[in-house]
């Protein structure tokens, strides 16, 4: 019975992962995916595994270290491999032809997140029956990973913060595996961490963790220190990490340059403090029932000692603390310590007996705003649906201009080269795989000014003369970014075609780079993404 459990919550873990994964395609509109995917297709173009030896070729958009773009490779390689035979033109246009729409990329870096988030699921079960010898506990410990919206939500895309989590709970893993010697664990486990700073920095992290397991879950004093595998594990965790950063040294310095101004600002108590009252606030919006187990557990923990509680609170406590002194605080940081909070809220229930109501109560509860979350990705964000009612209501050819943050329609050759006498700045890769194809690509094209990367002042300031001198007829806008570049000019006059309410309370993070505001962002908004409006104006 057990392993059929276990078998269905991998199951629904997957899928509830799975689900959505094409959203915002073929924009690209989740943060940080392109860094990944182009690091990858820079490999491929120069074949090298080193971008440290082709620099100039990386540097302006890959900006994290590079083992994620590596595990991308292959399959990149073998879908590439599928597409071309089914190609009916030279490698040449081939290649042009592909970077005109990466969505199949896309898609396929996110279903191996999915596979890495289900996988993560399983090894936190296997973690849970090394600490805690009980197959109930273990099971929880799996469910409350598998239905927490963070770890579903990034699950969905192809970011480094699931493989970090993953790596985490390996390494938890390792450090509580029952048949192993301290050797092996600490050196297995020094040996991920190592090899995750190739993924993201924030894995150094962990060595903290691996550092409080040492003195603080398995007691080992000083003398151990005398013992010759300690310090080949800090060795271990050196090399690797140099490793890492020779193969590309501006994927550690350029991500970290977000966060220098911030690491040399002034400290104070009230500052650090903050931080942690800005993450419980996000678990509270985003999820309760995780949280409340987690409080529960530590109130009852303090009373018995608990070895591993306490190391979790220390070690949560200087990860928060991390941020705050070296970088910055953002809701997603918190995902590398969901698999502690699953391990230590499913002790939370187990301490109170397990109660079959509790249990499913607990976990119906959670995946509401899961579900709710995976609805609103096949929904689709407020851009792909208003460029989907282009398509039904505007002629192929027809003079569009776009005006929405990472929004544009296909575009013809001749609008591309008028953008670029707009402004030669704003032209995008794909711009010039649309424009330099040979291939004929599938309609409709329009003649369309995108113009979210737009930056020539004198260009908006005349935007209303410009749209009625070239006969553009159509506008399509999002009109916080409007107001922001060219005033009310859209606002005024024209008929309104469509318009699309999304979630327009505030231009932070969407809901698909973190928690946003949690519920309130899931449930009161009809699609994720901002307003959008569709015009039709008179040129005569």
Same mark, same amino acid.
């Given at each position: 019975?057990?392993?059929?459990?276990?078998?269905?919550?991998?199951?629904? =873990?997957?899928?509830?992962?799975?689900?959505?994964?094409?959203?915002?395609?073929?924009?690209?509109?989740?943060?940080?995916? *392109?860094?990944?995917?182009?690091?990858?297709?820079?490999?491929?173009?120069?074949?090298?595994?080193?971008?440290?030896?082709?620099?100039?070729?990386?540097?302006?958009?890959?900006? %994290?270290? *590079?083992? /994620?773009?590596?595990?991308?490779?292959?399959?990149?390689?073998?879908?590439?491999?599928?597409?071309?035979?089914?190609?009916?033109? @030279?490698? &040449?246009?081939?290649?042009?032809?592909?970077?005109?729409?990466?969505?199949?990329?896309?898609?396929?870096?996110?279903?191996?997140?999915?596979? !890495?988030?289900? =996988?993560?699921?399983?090894?936190?079960?296997?973690?849970?029956?090394?600490?805690?010898?009980?197959?109930?506990?273990?099971?929880?410990?799996?469910?409350?990973?598998?239905?927490?919206?963070?770890?579903?939500?990034?699950?969905?895309?192809?970011?480094?913060?699931?493989?970090?989590?993953?790596?985490?709970?390996?390494?938890?893993?390792?450090?509580?595996?029952?048949?192993?010697?301290?050797?092996?664990?600490?050196?297995?486990?020094?040996?991920?961490?190592?090899?995750?700073?190739?993924?993201?920095?924030?894995?150094?992290?962990?060595?903290?963790?691996?550092?409080?397991?040492?003195?603080?879950?398995?007691?080992?004093?000083?003398?151990?220190?005398?013992?010759?595998? *300690?310090?080949?594990?800090?060795?271990?965790?050196?090399?690797?990490?140099?490793?890492?950063?020779? /193969?590309?040294?501006? #994927?550690?310095?350029? =991500?970290?340059?977000?966060?220098?101004?911030?690491?040399?600002?002034?400290?104070?108590?009230?500052?650090? /403090?903050?931080?942690?009252?800005?993450?419980?606030?996000?678990?509270?919006?985003?999820?309760?029932?995780?949280?409340?187990?987690? !409080?529960?557990?530590?109130?009852?923990?303090?009373?018995?000692?608990?070895?591993?509680?306490?190391?979790?609170?220390?070690?949560?406590?200087?990860?928060?603390?991390?941020?705050?002194?070296?970088?910055?605080?953002?809701?997603?940081?918190?995902?590398?310590?969901?698999?502690?909070?699953?391990?230590?809220?499913?002790? &939370?229930?187990?301490?109170? #007996?397990?109660?079959?109501?509790? @249990?499913?109560?607990?976990? +119906?509860?959670?995946?509401?705003?899961? !579900?709710? %979350?995976?609805?609103?990705?096949?929904?689709?964000?407020?851009?792909?649906?208003? /460029?989907?009612?282009?398509?039904?209501?505007?002629?192929?050819?027809?003079?569009?201009?776009?005006?929405?943050?990472?929004?544009?329609?296909?575009?013809?050759?001749?609008?591309?080269?008028?953008?670029?006498?707009?402004?030669?700045?704003?032209?995008?890769?794909?711009?010039? =795989?649309?424009?330099?194809?040979?291939?004929?690509?599938?309609?409709?094209?329009?003649?369309?000014?995108?113009?979210?990367?737009?930056?020539?002042?004198?260009?908006?300031?005349?935007?209303?003369?410009?749209?009625?001198?070239?006969?553009?007829?159509?506008?399509? %806008?999002?009109?916080?970014?409007?107001?922001?570049?060219?005033?009310?000019?859209?606002?005024? &006059? &024209?008929?309104?075609?469509?318009?699309?309410?999304?979630?327009?309370?505030?231009?932070?993070?969407? +809901?698909?780079?973190?928690?946003?505001?949690?519920?309130?962002?899931?449930?009161?908004?009809?699609?994720?993404?901002?307003?959008?409006?569709?015009?039709?104006?008179?040129?005569?």
């Amino acid at each position: 019975m057990p392993k059929k459990l276990l078998a269905i919550l991998l199951l629904v =873990a997957f899928v509830l992962r799975v689900v959505g994964i094409g959203y915002g395609l073929p924009l690209w509109l989740v943060g940080d995916e *392109p860094a990944f995917i182009f690091g990858s297709f820079k490999m491929m173009e120069l074949h090298t595994l080193i971008p440290a030896f082709h620099q100039a070729d990386f540097i302006s958009t890959f900006y %994290y270290p *590079p083992y /994620l773009s590596y595990l991308y490779l292959l399959p990149f390689i073998a879908v590439a491999c599928v597409k071309y035979l089914f190609f009916s033109g @030279t490698f &040449g246009e081939f290649t042009q032809f592909l970077q005109t729409d990466l969505s199949v990329f896309f898609l396929v870096s996110r279903l191996i997140s999915a596979m !890495i988030g289900t =996988a993560t699921v399983y090894v936190v079960y296997r973690v849970g029956k090394n600490m805690f010898h009980r197959e109930g506990t273990a099971l929880l410990a799996a469910a409350f990973l598998a239905f927490s919206f963070l770890h579903v939500n990034f699950s969905h895309w192809g970011r480094h913060w699931v493989p970090a989590t993953g790596m985490f709970s390996l390494i938890l893993f390792c450090l509580s595996h029952p048949e192993w010697s301290a050797r092996k664990r600490y050196l297995t486990a020094s040996l991920i961490v190592g090899v995750g700073m190739g993924v993201t920095q924030q894995v150094g992290l962990l060595t903290l963790c691996i550092v409080i397991w040492f003195f603080l879950v398995d007691r080992f004093g000083l003398r151990t220190l005398r013992e010759w595998w *300690p310090w080949a594990c800090v060795g271990m965790y050196l090399f690797l990490s140099l490793i890492a950063y020779s /193969l590309w040294p501006p #994927g550690f310095y350029v =991500a970290a340059a977000a966060g220098e101004f911030i690491a040399k600002t002034p400290k104070t108590l009230s500052g650090f /403090l903050s931080g942690y009252e800005f993450y419980f606030m996000n678990l509270v919006r985003s999820e309760p029932l995780l949280l409340l187990w987690l !409080i529960i557990r530590c109130v009852v923990g303090i009373k018995h000692r608990d070895r591993f509680l306490l190391a979790s609170a220390v070690f949560g406590f200087l990860y928060i603390a991390a941020f705050y002194f070296l970088f910055l605080h953002t809701d997603r940081f918190l995902l590398l310590l969901y698999p502690l909070f699953a391990l230590v809220a499913a002790r &939370g229930i187990s301490v109170v #007996g397990e109660k079959k109501f509790f @249990t499913v109560a607990t976990m +119906v509860f959670m995946m509401i705003p899961v !579900i709710r %979350y995976d609805l609103l990705l096949v929904k689709n964000d407020t851009r792909i649906q208003m /460029l989907q009612i282009a398509k039904k209501e505007i002629p192929a050819g027809a003079k569009v201009m776009v005006m929405a943050p990472l929004t544009r329609l296909p575009a013809t050759v001749q609008s591309i080269e008028e953008q670029e006498v707009v402004d030669a700045a704003s032209i995008r890769s794909v711009d010039n =795989a649309e424009r330099f194809s040979s291939v004929v690509l599938a309609p409709p094209r329009y003649h369309a000014l995108n113009l979210f990367s737009v930056r020539n002042v004198d260009f908006l300031a005349n935007i209303g003369e410009y749209r009625q001198s070239h006969g553009y007829e159509y506008v399509i %806008y999002e009109p916080l970014l409007a107001e922001e570049r060219v005033g009310d000019i859209f606002a005024r &006059g &024209g008929t309104t075609i469509a318009q699309l309410h999304g979630y327009v309370e505030s231009r932070g993070d969407s +809901v698909v780079n973190g928690i946003g505001d949690g519920w309130k962002q899931l449930f009161f908004s009809s699609s994720i993404g901002p307003e959008m409006v569709m015009k039709k104006f008179s040129i005569y």
